[in-house]
């Protein structure tokens, strides 16, 4: 078991996260997965695929947010941008080659947004029920106007025992990252993985997806029963086999 390790950022931020790097001598990209809107590096498909990169000599960075899991800070502070700088951060500190990122339900607009950042190092994407501009299409409008005027919302968490909190700096932030209505300029190889039974982020949204990105090699696979966690065994095994795939 690698151990948890910390990355201090210039204005104090204290960063969770564990690394494996390549095998010696490998040059192949360092797999980068990014997680969930409360989530955090201990979910199962993150460990899974530490897991598949330790036993097959691959680099691979898994993280905590700030204010998520073992990083410090407070949840209500975060916001994409915050957590893109953060990711972005720990790339360069400890993957000096390319990269590809895999990203979880809202870790699927991070990886957008990171990917935009790394340009030509960044190696492919892939999305697990990808949920770009979540902040737009995810929310009421009266859920928007309470936001809006600066109060947090709380929704049923079908996921654990408190509700969701979506707090308004969150909000306004992702309103300002939203990606679908425009060409993203992003060029490499992407997969997309999405269940269609998924009650928080509707399929649709990776096929919105594949359309904006200015890559021609993507590649959405629709799991007619999935869920939004996509944490089945046969769901791991395939999220396994698409980066053993795009690996080559």
């Not at 390549?22 to 695929?49: C, E, H, I, N, R």
């Not at 951060?89 to 990886?111: F, H, K, R, T």
């Not at 190696?123 to 949920?131: D, V």
């Amino acid at each position: 078991m690698i151990e948890t390790q910390f990355h201090q950022m210039p204005d104090g931020r204290r960063l969770a996260y564990r690394f494996t790097p390549a095998a010696k001598g490998g040059s192949a990209p360092t797999l980068v997965f990014l997680p969930g809107y409360m989530s955090d590096m201990s979910g199962g498909k993150a460990q899974a695929v530490f897991a598949r990169a330790a036993a097959t000599g691959r680099g691979c960075l898994l993280l905590d947010y700030s204010g998520c899991g073992e990083s410090a800070g407070l949840f209500a502070d975060g916001a994409l941008t915050l957590w893109r700088e953060e990711g972005l951060a720990l790339i360069e500190a400890l993957c000096p080659g390319p990269v590809i990122l895999a990203g979880s339900s809202m870790g699927g607009w991070l990886m957008l947004l990171a990917g935009l950042e790394l340009g030509e190092r960044l190696a492919g994407l892939i999305g697990i029920a990808a949920a770009p501009d979540f902040t737009d299409w995810g929310y009421s409008d009266d859920q928007k106007a309470e936001l809006a005027a600066g109060r947090p919302i709380y929704e049923d968490n079908l996921y654990g025992p408190e509700p969701t909190p979506t707090h308004p700096g969150f909000w306004r932030d992702g309103q300002a990252c939203r990606l679908l209505d425009a060409e993203i300029a992003i060029d490499c190889p992407v997969r997309l993985i999405h269940g269609q039974a998924d009650p928080d982020v509707p399929w649709q949204i990776s096929l919105r997806l594949a359309a904006a990105l200015r890559s021609a090699d993507v590649q959405v696979h629709l799991i007619k029963d999935g869920d939004h966690r996509l944490s089945r065994e046969g769901d791991i095994a395939l999220l396994l086999a698409t980066i053993d795939r795009l690996y080559g």
